[in-house]
């Protein structure tokens, strides 16, 4: 039903029922209740697009996630912890504010579009993008956008090249810290030929996890061998392939630490089919505590971002500027990365 029909039931004219849905006060109250009971009847509902032209806002909160260069007929974000940990604490802290929560994935150049029209046609009241290359905000075309945006793992640095970004928040795990955690954990129990499963360089948590990881080698005075360092782009087959390619070599390390569980649940699966033992012969170290580790055998030791802290960070911050609030923050806030060990990890005979 539409507010035309409404109108004609109600024996008004479609801007009177628009003034009573949006509840303006030049309308007469006799005129308003006939109105009500009509839309009360037939449970009609404004459409929300038609409500933001009007000045409303949307009640919604947009999350993009970035998955570019991948098959976009795979379902990669139902079957990815990463991405549903982040999804699961945003529905749940913007359901609680009361917000919808609309959700897009970005497989490739032609998915941008899509981030660009909710926000220039105001079908978002904010949005959060999860996953972003070096290029992203010149795809989607920033400059166009008014909204709050909030940003997980991106270089400050990057906005720079914008004239306004005073609606832009960049929330980062403190990665680099991460890996002198993992580092210095290996080194404890006595590791010395630590390798390293690296992630796609064009995002900042990918080159954060393995700069983080060289500066840790040297500061804990751990050498760095270069054929120790495979090239995963967080991707299982690649990683699969790489540590074959290890074995192959007769290159492989004592332990590993990856860039993300994916990546060492595949180099952990290789390395079982050509009999070797894990943790006895090789340790590992994942990132993201994903549940597909927390459940394997062994139980895979990880670097746990602070994911539920980031997502209640995101959607407060959309609320208050929503709200009206004056929010004065960095344009960068650092979250803690903790390591959970677990069994994956033995002391190095």
Not at 38 to 45: E, F, Q, S
Not at 334 to 349: G, M, N, P
């Given at each position: 039903m539409k507010s035309e029909d409404i109108a004609k039931i109600a024996g008004v004219s479609r801007s009177t029922v628009s003034r009573v849905i949006n509840n303006y006060p030049n309308v007469p109250e006799e005129t308003r209740l006939k109105v009500?009971?009509?839309?009360?009847?037939?449970?009609?509902?404004?459409?929300?697009?038609?409500?933001?032209?009007a000045g409303k806002k949307s009640?919604?909160?947009g999350v993009f996630f970035i998955i570019d260069g991948v098959n976009d007929d795979a379902p990669h974000l139902v079957y990815n912890d990463f991405y549903t940990a982040y999804l699961d604490a945003i529905v749940d802290i913007a359901n609680k504010k009361g917000y919808y929560v609309l959700v897009q994935t970005v497989y490739g150049d032609h998915d941008y579009s899509k981030i660009t029209k909710a926000f220039n046609e105001k079908r978002i009241d904010g949005g959060i993008l999860i996953g972003t290359r070096k290029d992203t905000l010149t795809k989607m075309n920033i400059e166009n956008i008014t909204q709050e945006l909030v940003i997980?793992?991106?270089?400050?640095?990057?906005?720079?090249?914008?004239?306004?970004?005073?609606?832009?928040?960049?929330?980062?795990s403190n990665d680099e810290a991460a890996m002198d955690l993992a580092v210095k954990h290996l080194v404890d129990l006595g590791h010395c030929k630590i390798g390293f499963i690296?992630?796609?360089?064009?995002?900042?948590?990918?080159?954060?996890?393995?700069?983080?990881?060289?500066?840790?080698?040297?500061?804990y005075g751990v050498k760095v061998?270069?054929?120790?360092?495979?090239?995963?782009?967080?991707?299982?087959?690649?990683?699969?392939?790489?540590?074959?390619?290890?074995?192959?070599?007769?290159?492989?390390?004592?332990?590993?630490?990856?860039?993300?569980?994916?990546?060492?649940?595949?180099?952990?699966?290789?390395?079982?089919?050509?009999q070797y033992k894990i943790p006895e012969d090789v340790s590992f170290i994942g990132f993201d505590n994903t549940r597909t580790?927390?459940?394997?055998?062994?139980?895979?030791?990880?670097?746990?971002?602070?994911?539920?802290?980031?997502?209640?960070?995101?959607?407060?911050?959309?609320?208050?500027?929503?709200?009206?609030?004056?929010?004065?923050?960095?344009?960068?806030?650092?979250?803690?990365?903790?390591?959970?060990?677990?069994?994956?990890?033995?002391?190095?005979?």
């Open positions: 009500m009971e009509v839309i009360t009847k037939y449970d009609y509902r404004p459409n929300a697009f038609a409500r933001t032209l009640e919604t909160i997980f793992d991106f270089e400050v640095e990057s906005l720079e090249s914008f004239e306004e970004t005073k609606h832009v928040t960049i929330l980062n690296k992630g796609i360089e064009e995002t900042l948590s990918a080159r954060q996890r393995y700069n983080g990881f060289i500066k840790a080698c040297k500061h061998d270069q054929r120790y360092i495979l090239e995963g782009e967080f991707n299982q087959e690649v990683a699969y392939r790489q540590m074959a390619a290890a074995i192959d070599g007769n290159t492989v390390a004592d332990a590993y630490i990856c860039a993300n569980d994916y990546m060492a649940i595949a180099a952990i699966d290789c390395l079982r089919e050509h580790g927390q459940l394997m055998t062994p139980k895979l030791t990880t670097l746990t971002p602070d994911f539920y802290g980031m997502a209640k960070k995101a959607v407060e911050l959309i609320h208050l500027k929503n709200e009206g609030e004056s929010v004065n923050l960095p344009d960068l806030i650092e979250y803690k990365v903790d390591l959970i060990t677990r069994e994956s990890v033995v002391e190095k005979k």
